[in-house]
């Protein structure tokens, strides 16, 4: 079992799309996947009430910095899955709708047993690259700013921004723009650990 870092659809109760980053523990089969949410989050209200889902592995590090703030505007296109009720985001390189069984709850996360039933590949992975990797951890720290010291978030913005620099592109600049000011704004603001 190893973590993806992936792009997780739901369905919200009115039945629109709602998108966020998961880390789900994969096995090298894909027959099946763990997905474990914060029981605070709208992923694990959606399951719960509606237990079928699409996990994407994706290259695009702006969907993921955005998506992990509940920032994105306009959405990316999705189209209707058919052996779920679910969506998939056409613009991501593979896709595998499941079926969710919670297992367990422990502490403040949940644990969801997903059986894969349809998979798909849509278009190549772009490949390593150490700005999109940038942007994926500060995206992790930002998700977690209220729990995080304001120094160690610093430091790591001071660190990641010099890969984005060196290797990246105009989306993975904007991406960790976008998440540098959203975790200096919070900082600003009192929302994160404080100090230390
Ligand atoms: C790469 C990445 C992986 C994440 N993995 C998880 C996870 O496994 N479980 C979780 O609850 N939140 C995870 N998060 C944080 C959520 O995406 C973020 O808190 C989101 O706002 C919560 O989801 P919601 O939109 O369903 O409320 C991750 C964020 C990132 C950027």
Redesign the pocket.
Known sequence: MQIL?AVVTTTQSNGDV?I?????EVDAGWSCFR????I?????H?LTRHPQGVIHVTDDVEL??R????RLDPLPSTRKADRIDGFILTDACRWYAFEADRILNEGD?AEFRCRVLASGRQRDFFGLNRARHAV?EL??IA?RVQFLAEDAMIDSIERYRPLVEKTGGPAERRAFDFLEEFIRESIFNGRSAGGG
């Not at 997905?35 to 914060?38: C, E, G, K, M, N």
């Open positions: 870092e709602h966020a980053p998961m880390g789900p997905l474990r949410p914060f605070s989050s709208q992923t694990f959606n993921i910095a998506s992990a703030l509940g996360r994926v995206a992790i998700s």
